[in-house]
């Protein structure tokens, strides 16, 4: 499993709870996170070379726990890479299907939102309902320094989902891994009247189908290893504890 940062330990989260009996390796790209400002070509690129690193320590399955490196590279890794991956995108078609009042948010980073594949998303399960589309600014940025209830991060989020409240939505989709780490203070904001969708249990079920579909076998080996592109390993290893609950070993292994 992979992301960009830290993100994607909110899809660890949904497969660990999921898959408590399987190993998980987790990278966190961060020596070029967060891959938002990113050209697609640079984010190809990073993917291929994570991907093989990541077959090289022995995956049974790949899964790109990041909504940009999914619309940019999983067309790239698929053709690439021989073994089952699994991608993650903006829950919209629940949120769209589920709406009363056929007005719904999506909340990601610029690159997603401009991406062909939310445009096939829309088209194809949004037909009918206004969808607004939103980028967190500097919200990635404040998850991977830890600030998830600064004032500064309460003000980042308020200023985007403050304005939505009066455009009559009721679901909004997370569309960024680092985003379900802040929903206490998405929460602040909008109350329980609005129904947040993260995509997180979704990909952990599509796992554990591909695991029985290629009848993998785990052994109740329970082992999860944790590995940075930053030079840097103690920064992840300090942000662990509070965004899965509790401490374990970060390796740095850079992949220039």
Not at 89 to 114: C, D, F, H, Q, W
Not at 123 to 128: I, V
């Amino acid at each position: 499993m992979y992301d960009s940062g830290l993100g994607g330990l909110s899809v660890w989260r949904a497969v660990r709870a999921a898959l408590p009996d399987w190993p998980i390796t987790y990278l966190a790209d961060q020596a070029y996170c967060p891959y938002g400002p990113r050209g697609r070509d640079e984010i190809i690129a990073r993917a291929l070379k994570v991907g093989h690193y990541l077959v090289s320590q022995g995956a049974t399955i790949l899964v790109v726990a990041c909504n940009t490196a999914t619309t940019a590279a999983i067309a790239a890794l698929r053709a690439e890479l021989s073994l089952p991956i699994v991608g993650i995108e903006p829950a919209i078609k629940p949120a769209a299907a589920m709406s009363r009042t056929g007005r719904i948010a999506v909340l990601a980073t610029e690159y997603t939102l401009a991406s062909a594949r939310v445009k096939t998303l829309l088209d194809d399960h949004a037909d009918g309902v206004d969808v607004l589309r939103r980028a967190g600014h500097g919200w990635v940025e404040q998850v991977e320094a830890g600030e998830l209830s600064s004032e500064r991060t309460r003000a980042l989020v308020r200023s985007v989902v403050e304005p939505l409240m009066g455009e009559n939505i009721d679901h909004i989709a997370l569309g960024c891994t680092h985003y379900p780490f802040l929903e206490p203070l998405i929460r602040e904001v909008t109350g329980d009247g609005i129904q947040l969708y993260d995509p997180a249990e979704a990909i952990a079920r599509r796992v554990g189908d591909l695991l029985r579909q290629h009848g993998c076998d785990s052994q109740g080996d329970r082992y999860y290893r944790f590995i940075t592109t930053s030079a840097d390993a103690g920064e992840m290893a300090l942000r662990l504890p509070q965004l899965i609950g509790r401490p374990y070993p970060v390796e740095s292994q850079p992949l220039d």
